[in-house]
Each structure stands twice: as structure tokens, then as C-alpha cells.
Nanobody
Framework: QVQLVESGGGLLQAGGSLRLSCRAS????????MSWFRQAPGKEREFVAA????????YVTDSVKGRFTISRDNALNTMYLQMNNLKPEDTGVHYC????????????????WGQGTQVTVSS
């Protein structure tokens, strides 16, 4: 079973940048598709970005297109989310998630989750 730990969150002003990291342990990351989700206060958790097991395919939700980039380094067992031009509506707890590579990459269901890292963007 893979364990996931996020880091890199923080408090910053609108227009700033952050890079979130998700480090995996227990299993090699190359066996998993990965994603980022976020949950704003009082709202349901929402999908942000996904990357397939070898990094050859990625996609992001429309609200972050052109601003966020998902990537991974399987040699370091780590996935990243580069967030640029942050907006107050990006505020929330950001979670990384994983599912085995034999599962459907575009399926929104994930079975391993980290504890989350808080991102707060002030206007």
C-alpha cells in the first residue's frame, strides 16, 4: 500500500506562486496514476489535475488551465503541482491521490489519499 504526504502549502497574496509536492512511500510511484484535488471551506472536494503513471499524459480542470502544471519524478517518488497566478478562489486544502496504474486513468475514483496541505490566497 502506498502512503502519500503533501507539502509546500502556505499563505500568500493573489498573483503569487507555489509548488506543492506529494511524496510517496511504501510502493514505487511508477505503479500509480496520480492526481491533485482541493477542498475549499464549506465546499465539496474537487478535481484539479491528473497525470498518468509515466507522466506522458496530463490534464487539468478548466479553472486552472494556463496557471497550474502537474508533473512527476518517479525516480524521486514525488509528484508536483506548480501553481502560478494564484487567485483567492484557489484557497483550500490540497490533496494528492493515487490509484494503481491498471485502473482507468480518466476514471475520477482514487483509492489512496494524503492528509492535505493548506493553500490560502488573499486578495
Amino acid at each position: 500500500q502506498v502512503q502519500l504526504v503533501e507539502s509546500g502549502g502556505g499563505l500568500l497574496q493573489a498573483g503569487g506562486s507555489l509548488r506543492l509536492s506529494c511524496r510517496a512511500s511504501g510502493r514505487t510511484l511508477r505503479n500509480y496514476h496520480m492526481s491533485w484535488f482541493r477542498q475549499a471551506p464549506g465546499k465539496e472536494r474537487e478535481f484539479v489535475a491528473a497525470i498518468n503513471w509515466n507522466g506522458a499524459s496530463t490534464y487539468v480542470t478548466d479553472s486552472v488551465k494556463g496557471r497550474f502544471t502537474i508533473s512527476r519524478d518517479n525516480a524521486l517518488n514525488t509528484m508536483y503541482l506548480q501553481m502560478n497566478n494564484l487567485k483567492p478562489e484557489d484557497t483550500g486544502v490540497h490533496y494528492c491521490a493515487a490509484k494503481e496504474a491498471f485502473r482507468n486513468y480518466v476514471d475520477p475514483e482514487y483509492n489512496y489519499w494524503g492528509q492535505g496541505t493548506q493553500v490560502t490566497v488573499s486578495s
